[in-house]
């Protein structure tokens, strides 16, 4: 069992950053991808980012390539997404992920994942 606490969500104006982190309860994060993903209202859940369980392979939707980076910290059981030139369209909420694997393949699909976090609101202004 997993429990994901995310942070760092805020609103922020068009063209600015932000750091959002996850963290994992348990002994076990490095046995785990992590994805990002984000859903706005009215919309499906939509994948952001994904990392493998060391952090050497990561993975990322079309829509935040370049501007987002994905990371983490096993020593300190989490994740990281930081969010560059942000676009009033990234406006949601962003959900962290987390899927018991050592391969190296990173899904992209909310089915792929075992355990979510309760999601951190982010807002982009113009």
């Known amino acids: 069992q997993v429990q994901l606490v995310e942070s760092g969500g805020g609103l922020v104006q068009a063209g600015g950053s932000l750091r959002l982190s996850c963290a994992a309860s348990?002994?076990?994060?490095?046995?785990?991808?992590m994805g990002w993903f984000r859903q706005a209202p009215g919309k499906e859940r939509e994948f952001v980012a994904g990392?493998?369980?060391?952090?050497?392979?990561?993975y990322y939707g079309d829509s935040v390539k370049g501007r987002f980076t994905i990371s983490r910290d096993n020593a300190k059981n989490t994740v990281f997404l930081q969010m560059n030139s942000l676009k009033p369209e990234d406006t949601a909420v962003y959900y962290c992920?987390?899927?018991?694997?050592?391969?190296?393949?990173?899904?992209?699909?909310?089915?792929?994942?075992?355990?979510w976090g309760q999601g951190t609101q982010v807002t982009v202004s113009q």
């Open positions: 348990g002994r076990t994060f490095s046995s785990y991808a």
């Open positions: 990392i493998d369980w060391s952090g050497s392979s990561t």
């Open positions: 992920a987390a899927r018991f694997t050592r391969s190296g393949v990173i899904l992209t699909t909310t089915r792929g994942y075992d355990y």
